[in-house]
């Protein structure tokens, strides 16, 4: 599975945008970007995954370059619940492993 | 469905004591993993299972841990004898055939002296 690459941390204003970027150059053609997020003293918990196309859900939104090198997880209205460890993950779907890598993450700290 | 359940939320134990870690998972779901959590090293996958079976052990770190799922609710997590450096928290994680999402539990805090 390719590796991927995020800040350590970093700060958004309460019911602002926060943008969360992540840089997997090594990625291949068939391997998804998926993002969790664990919020402290929880375990992690699935947020939105995509292939190259951007997606959206009722949690946020993710947006793949057109090369998909890299990526950007978007809360459209970060919250003081949404203060997190985000993890960025690379790995293909279907295929003989199942694995889950997890690296290091960004901790967003939503500020009031 | 109330979600992945673990037991015991916390335990304290002594090195050289057998630890048991438990599992339930959503039913239905047909994939179980084990993960373990240190500020040192993160979020590690120790084994995961398909239909009961053990299916890669390759992160179980040794001999003195050893996983089973007897049947589709249940499956624990076993340290004998434990040691300070296996101190850690402990999630279990568990997913529908080859849906994206892995459901993880609250996870058990293990702390050994």
């Known amino acids: 599975d390719a590796k991927t690459t995020q800040p350590p941390s970093m700060d958004c204003a309460e019911g602002r945008a926060a943008n969360l970027p992540c840089n997997h150059s090594?990625?291949?053609?068939?391997?998804?970007v998926y993002w969790y997020r664990q919020i402290h003293s929880q375990g992690p918990q699935y947020i939105i995954h995509?292939?190259?196309n951007n997606e959206t859900n009722e949690m946020a939104s993710l947006i793949i370059t057109e090369d998909r090198k890299s990526s950007t997880l978007i809360l459209p209205h970060a919250t003081l619940r949404d203060t997190a460890v985000y993890y960025c993950?690379?790995?293909?779907?279907?295929?003989?492993?199942?694995?889950?890598?997890f690296g290091t993450g960004t901790l967003l700290a939503v500020q009031p | 469905d109330a979600g992945v359940i673990q037991s015991p939320r916390h335990e304290v134990t002594e090195m050289g004591q057998e630890v048991t870690l438990r599992c339930k998972p959503i039913s239905g779901h047909d994939y179980l993993f084990w993960y373990r959590q240190t500020m040192m090293r993160g979020l590690e996958l120790l084994i995961y299972?398909?239909?009961?079976?053990?299916?890669?052990d390759s992160g179980m770190p040794e001999d003195r841990f050893s996983a089973k799922m007897p049947n589709a609710s249940f499956s624990t997590l076993k340290i004998q004898p434990s040691e300070p450096r296996d101190s850690a928290v402990y999630f279990c994680a568990t997913r529908e055939g080859l849906l994206i999402e892995q459901f993880f539990g609250p996870g058990t805090r293990l702390t050994v002296l």
């Open positions: 090594t990625i291949s053609g068939n391997e998804y």
């Open positions: 995509g292939l190259k």
């Open positions: 993950i690379v790995r293909v779907e279907g295929g003989a492993t199942n694995k889950l890598i």
């Open positions: 299972f398909n239909n009961n079976v053990p299916i890669d």
